[in-house]
């Protein structure tokens, strides 16, 4: 009656919610908080009800729609990406569906490239799941948006590992590696990782021209 007839969905949702603390269960509770929650308007006060249910009744499948439908009222970056993580973290461990998973850590990079924590967890999904295709194409689309040096310099040093051991990529290590190493990188490491990368290839012009007595004396 307050949901349709008095066009009253706040009402309607405290009514819904008293019916839930003593009936956890109620079917046509649950779908009506459903059906509300569609609309922004009252999304969160729906959402508040219908998270803690579906999460101790373990209905995972719905609880990830429902933490889908409050990362669109979400306008934060910081947020977003807190949202995305807990998002992932439903589909490893409760729905047990790691390439879902691999997507919302994903998405939860494109909030904030600079956490390498989510990098580790696309790393460890894709080494799972053999996602390293992917894995690369989501490195090369952050690093195009980043304008840090530090943050830009650790994302292509991961490319070009990627790439190199991962994908057998050659030409495409030494790429990220290059761009890396332009950017200001100061390891040692990156340099002998392109020299050697180089030689393999047999590219000894660019091997000269990137050779710098600097870079050895580090």
């Known amino acids: 009656l307050q949901e349709k007839e008095l066009s009253d969905p706040g009402a309607a949702i405290e009514s819904y919610r ?18 509300i929650a569609q609309e922004e308007t009252y999304r969160g006060m729906a959402i508040e009800v219908l998270e803690p249910l579906h ?16 990362l669109a009222i979400l306008s934060e970056p910081a947020q977003r990406q807190d949202e995305l993580i807990a998002i992932a973290e439903l589909h490893e461990g409760g729905r047990s569906n790691l390439v879902d998973a691999f997507d919302a850590y994903d998405r939860a990079l494109a909030e904030d490239a600079s956490n390498m924590a989510v990098v580790d967890h696309l790393e460890r999904l894709a080494r799972s799941e053999r996602l390293f295709d992917r894995l690369a194409e989501s490195l090369s689309r ?3 948006n980043v304008y840090e ?10 490319l070009g ?27 040692p490491s990156l340099l002998l990782s392109v020299d050697r990368l180089y030689e393999r290839e047999g590219m000894w012009s660019s091997k000269r021209t ?6 050895w004396t580090c």
Do not use: F, M, Y
Request: charged content about 30%.
């Open 55 to 70: 999460r101790d009744a373990e209905r995972w499948d719905r609880l990830a729609a429902v933490l889908e439908l409050k």
């Open 161 to 187: 590992h990627i790439r190199e051991v991962e994908l057998h990529d050659a030409q495409g290590a030494i790429a990220a590696l290059q761009r890396a190493l332009d950017a200001g990188a100061d390891d």
């Open 18 to 35: 008293d019916v839930l603390s003593q009936h956890p269960t109620n079917a046509v509770a649950i779908e009506a908080l459903e059906r």
């Open 149 to 158: 040096p530090g943050v830009e310099i650790e994302l292509l040093s991961r």
């Open 210 to 215: 990137s050779t710098s007595p600097t870079w």
């Open 142 to 144: 952050r690093v195009e």
